[in-house]
């Protein structure tokens, strides 16, 4: 059973840093045959993508609020998925959520939470002063 944990979040001041990790268990295929996304959810409003990569990063997809601040890694060996975060901005508070796709997914819709099957718990990350 594929399974997703993520670990990381917190308070941050505006302008720190922070990175999430996701660690997937149980894949049945390397990392890159996976579709994976990060995505976001503030108090009374949608899931949003943050960032999303097809199979083996042939495109990628970052929201353009987040654009030359969040960028998205992998680590091979441990099947981990990291969302590095700069310059954050308090309207970047929100949930946060990992999500794995094997089944292909149309570029169109590759930050589409509905698009995805498996995810993780989320985690909170609040920017304040």
């Known amino acids: 059973q594929l399974q997703l944990v993520q670990s990381g979040g917190g308070l941050v001041q505006p302008g720190e840093s922070l990175t999430l990790s996701c660690t997937a268990s149980?894949?049945?295929?390397?990392?890159?045959?996976?579709?994976i996304g990060w995505f976001r959810q503030a108090p009374g409003t949608e899931r949003e993508g943050v960032a999303c990569?097809?199979?083996?990063?042939?495109?990628?997809y970052l929201t353009d609020s987040v654009k030359g601040r969040f960028t998205v890694s992998k680590d091979y060996a441990k099947n981990m998925v990291y969302l590095h975060m700069s310059s954050l901005k308090p309207e970047d508070t929100a949930i946060y959520y990992c999500?794995?796709?094997?089944?292909?997914?149309?570029?169109?819709?590759?930050?589409?939470?509905?698009?995805?099957?498996?995810w993780g718990q989320g985690t909170q990350v609040t920017v304040s002063s």
């Open positions: 990569a097809s199979k083996n990063d042939d495109n990628t």
């Open positions: 999500a794995v796709e094997e089944e292909d997914i149309a570029l169109f819709s590759l930050c589409d939470p509905d698009e995805y099957d498996y």
């Open positions: 149980g894949l049945t295929l390397e990392l890159d045959y996976y579709q």
